[in-house]
Structures are given as structure tokens and as C-alpha cells.
């Protein structure tokens, strides 16, 4: 009898040593910075799901799931409907459910699939009783946190000399030539 267990294929090559040495200085120095940052400047810049875009940041950099169009505009969709869906129909189990659900579709339909970014409707609707969240939630630390996650992955994947971003972030489209 076959196990769901029993795959195909075999585990993957380990990383290299350089990869894992990059892997975690980049995740050490994009969460310390963005810890610094706040207790700097008095702004929230950290949630949980950053951890987990750090994973892919590092470990799996030629993913399409971590490239930077994913990881600015998946937290900021993801939140943003988490933010919606805490004002108009609060903390239900059902409306924590559909905006986790519309979530994923939003990124999809907008080609920017994160996978941390999923936790974003999470946080904000299973901590609302915690937390008071306000529209500028998307500034500080969504937006604000992730272009600085993106730009410290520029730079450690720069020293690296790991090939990144494989995407443009594909704001301005270039007609195309005649």
C-alpha cells in the first residue's frame, strides 16, 4: 500500500555551506534591522509573517514566491483584506475564513503569490482583540517593513553574488517593440 508519505522523488541536495551562512546572516540582519527601525523611529515595523518571507528571502531566492512584486504587493493585499474584513464584519470565524480565502485569490488574480502573506488576515483578525489596528497598519510595518526586507535581501544577495531578484517587479509595463 502506497503512502502519501512515499513520494516520488528523493530529498533535495542540502544547501551549500556559503548558502546557509547567507541564509542566516540575511534573515539575522533583515529582522534585527527591522527591529532596530522601530525602536528607532517609535514605528512599527515587524509582524510575525516577515519570518517566514525571511525563509524565502534566503533559502529559496529563485522561487517566484520571493521575489520582490510578491512580497510588497502579497503583505499589502493580504493586509489590507484583513483590514477590511476586521471593519466591516469583525472577528467571526466565518469572516476570518473568506478574507484568508480572498486573500490567496487577490494574489493570485494580481500575480503576486506569498505564502507568508497569508498569515496577514490572521494576525490582524486574531489579535483585534489585542491590538487596536488602523488604516496606517498598511504603512507601518506592512508596507514600509517589506520594502526594507526587500531592500536588505537586495543587498546581502548583491554580497553573495546570488543571482536576485529573478523578476521585475513589473509596476511599469514596457510597450512592446514594433
Do not use: D
Request: hydrophobic content about 50%.
Amino acid at each position: 500500500m502506497k503512502s502519501i508519505f512515499h513520494g516520488k522523488e528523493k530529498v533535495p541536495a542540502r544547501a551549500s555551506n556559503k548558502e546557509i551562512f547567507y541564509g542566516f546572516m540575511g534573515g539575522m540582519i533583515s529582522i534585527f534591522s527591522l527591529l532596530f527601525i522601530t525602536q528607532l523611529s517609535g514605528h512599527l515595523l515587524i509582524m510575525a509573517p516577515f519570518g517566514a518571507s525571511c525563509v524565502l528571502l534566503y533559502a529559496a531566492p529563485q522561487s517566484p514566491l520571493a521575489q520582490p512584486r510578491n512580497i510588497i504587493f502579497g503583505h499589502f493585499i493580504s493586509a489590507a483584506i484583513g483590514l477590511i474584513f476586521l471593519n466591516i464584519l469583525g472577528t467571526l470565524a466565518f469572516s476570518i475564513a473568506c478574507a484568508v480565502g480572498l486573500a490567496i485569490a487577490c494574489m493570485q488574480f494580481f500575480q503576486c503569490v506569498h505564502p507568508p502573506a497569508g498569515a496577514n488576515p490572521l494576525v490582524i483578525l486574531l489579535t483585534a482583540h489585542e491590538v487596536t489596528y488602523h488604516w496606517s497598519f498598511l504603512f507601518f510595518p506592512v508596507l514600509l517593513g517589506s520594502v526594507t526586507l526587500v531592500a536588505i535581501a537586495y543587498a546581502v544577495h548583491q554580497i553573495s553574488q546570488t543571482k536576485w531578484p529573478i523578476y521585475q517587479l513589473g509596476l511599469l509595463k514596457t510597450p512592446p517593440k514594433k
